[in-house]
């Protein structure tokens, strides 16, 4: 049974930083390429950012490039979602998801999300 459980929302204020984990177990963390999506309210899901198997290579969508940095620790199953200058409309539920391949719409597995609340 793969599990994972994201920790680290909270509210701030817009220009501060806040770092998302997400920890995960029942699987081979290094077998599988880990993203983060969000969803806002009224809004449809959004792929963030995404990391591959061994952490080599990255994507970020263009409304966080240069702001949120995804990495991951695959000897402490945890991948992590560094976001800083936040703005009000990074404001969402924020998923952390498991599939075997890099950049898919619908990965196999999700937590159960973590909300990020961005205030100005």
């Known amino acids: 049974q793969v599990q994972l459980t994201e920790s680290g929302g909270g509210s701030v204020q817009a220009g501060d930083s806040l770092r998302l984990s997400c920890v995960t177990s029942?699987?081979?963390?290094?077998?599988?390429?880990m993203a983060w999506f969000r969803q806002a309210p009224g809004k449809e899901r959004e792929y963030v950012a995404g990391?591959?198997?061994?952490?080599?290579?990255?994507y970020y969508a263009d409304s966080v490039k240069g702001r949120f940095t995804i990495s991951r620790d695959n000897a402490q199953n945890t991948v992590y979602l560094q976001m800083n200058s936040l703005k009000p409309e990074d404001t969402a539920v924020y998923y952390c998801?498991?599939?075997?391949?890099?950049?898919?719409?619908?990965?196999?597995?999700w937590g159960q999300g973590t909300q990020v609340t961005v205030s100005s």
């Open positions: 990391i591959n198997r061994s952490g080599g290579g990255t």
């Open positions: 998801t498991a599939d075997r391949l890099m950049g898919v719409s619908q990965p196999d597995y």
């Open positions: 029942g699987h081979i963390f290094s077998n599988f390429a």
